[in-house]
């Protein structure tokens, strides 16, 4: 098969799927669900003192729309087009026939996982739609050399840096591609270009780092955000040890093991703040570095001196962040549906139709099955790697190798770092495995090399 002919075939039917699809999401879901999480950004854009407990990115862009339009319904829109249209620029670098090529959009966007998330005013949609976003132009810059290309994916990566406290290692691997492709790389004599290469992807993985870390920066208030999963993992560790190993600083003197027992839930940390009557110190609001550094000293301690109750905790964590969740456990941990108000947010009228009915019936059927669980995406992944590995001199197999390994260098660290299982944190994950096999089993013959001289 060459690999020309498919790539001039007309992308205009794709780009009316990409229509298509956004009026269909839009019809199922605009303006966009708000949890608690969305409402206080959005209060934050709307002038409330800004915190770092959130990335900027989303406040920032939620000041800009709020200017024209208010509430979420923008920024849904705009999940929506960096989606789609960052699926329909991967399709157009798929070697198959212009029908493979829909049904990939269609597959993609509409995967169950996926479907669920953009229902939602969220960063980490926002996220998981503007990496797509970037994979999509930087296969446009591979294929057609065009500078704006390079630009549109390196500002979406900038972007997305802003967006949430642990994207580096998501944005890496595209990076390093990004500097693979690049004309300059291929002609560096073989012996330097590892060398080189490796020099490149540090210099602008300290580059995205920054400009993540700056962003979090011009939060008005800052806070030391460890502790939140810290103290639901020393509570943890408490029960199974029979005796309060959270520090005296970050708890009232009347808590008991009784609280925490009957406060304590094995999917999200936030209960044993809420649900102890104030007897457990929010984790943002400890008095002075004296307690974070007694907290830190504690967790040290906790962990050394229980490992087997501190694996037993995460292991749990890890085992509902990836699996299926039971159906008593709060639908909240895979979707939301209500427009919660906060403060002095305007009302935003919720979505009342009855295609919206049936897609919450939809994500209501499935929410403890493992069509809404992260695992099977795991499992494509890791499938797809294998399969791109084994023809990573071809064009496409490379920009899968890139893709997987962003959406699992993305889920990596969660198992230590999550605070709770909500399927959100896994959405760019879930996509790339999508994406990524795509890429992987329609890499056709084309080397890197005949990719960057073509077109």
Not at 68 to 86: E, N, Y
Not at 121 to 143: E, P, Y
Not at 187 to 211: C, E, K, N, T, Y
Not at 331 to 342: G, K, M, R, T
Request: charged fraction near 15%; charge should be positive.
């Amino acid at each position: 098969m060459s690999h020309s002919s498919p790539k001039q075939l007309s992308w205009w039917p794709l780009a009316l799927t990409a229509v298509a699809g956004i009026a269909f999401c839009a019809a199922c879901y605009y303006p966009g669900a708000m949890s608690l999480d969305s409402a206080v950004i959005w209060s934050q854009a709307r002038g409330a003192p800004s915190t770092n407990i959130y990335g900027a990115g989303l406040r920032w862009l939620w000041w800009l729309t709020d200017k024209l339009w208010t509430g979420p319904g923008p920024l849904f829109l705009i999940q929506l087009a960096l989606l789609w249209s960052g699926l329909v620029l991967v399709a157009r670098a798929l070697d198959c026939g212009l029908v493979a090529r829909i049904a990939f959009v269609l597959a993609a966007a509409l995967a169950p996982v996926v479907f669920v998330l953009i229902a939602h005013v969220w960063t980490d949609v926002m996220l998981l739609a503007t990496l797509a976003f970037a994979v999509g132009a930087l296969l446009r810059w591979r294929d057609a050399r065009g500078a704006g290309w390079l630009g549109a994916s390196w500002l979406a990566l900038a972007f997305a840096m802003t967006l949430r406290h642990n994207v580096l290692p998501a944005a890496l691997p595209l990076a390093a591609w990004c500097v693979w492709l690049h004309p300059r790389a291929i002609a560096i004599a073989p012996a330097r270009r590892h060398g080189v290469i490796f020099g490149a992807v540090l210099v602008l993985g300290l580059g995205l780092q920054a400009i993540g870390m700056l962003s979090a920066q011009a939060a008005q208030r800052r806070y030391t955000l460890w502790p939140a999963t810290t103290m639901w993992d020393l509570a943890a560790i408490s029960l199974d040890a029979n005796r309060m190993l959270l520090p005296p600083a970050t708890h009232k003197p009347e808590l008991s093991l009784d609280d925490l027992r009957g406060a304590f839930q094995p999917y999200s940390n936030v209960s044993i703040f809420t649900a102890t009557r104030g007897r457990v110190m929010g984790p943002f609001f400890l008095p002075g570095e004296a307690a974070v550094t007694e907290l830190r000293e504690a967790s040290l301690a906790a962990i050394t001196g229980y490992p087997a109750a501190y694996v037993a905790q995460r292991w749990r964590l890890i085992r509902a962040l990836f699996g299926s969740k039971p159906r008593d456990w709060p639908h909240e941990l895979v979707y939301v549906d209500d427009e919660l108000q906060f403060r002095d947010n305007p009302p935003v009228a919720p979505n009342r139709s009855a295609l919206h009915a049936i897609c919450i019936h939809f994500a209501e059927a499935l929410r403890d099955t493992s069509a809404l669980a992260s695992w099977p995406y795991l499992a494509l992944s890791l499938f797809a790697l294998v399969f791109a590995w084994r023809h990573r001199a071809r064009a496409n197999a490379q920009a899968a190798l890139a893709v997987l390994a962003s959406g699992l260098a993305y889920a990596a660290p969660l198992p230590l770092i999550a605070p709770s299982a909500e399927l959100r944190y896994l959405g760019w994950t879930c996509l790339a495995a999508v994406v990524g096999a795509a890429l992987a089993l329609t890499s056709g013959l084309q080397t890197r090399t005949e990719a960057t001289t073509s077109n």
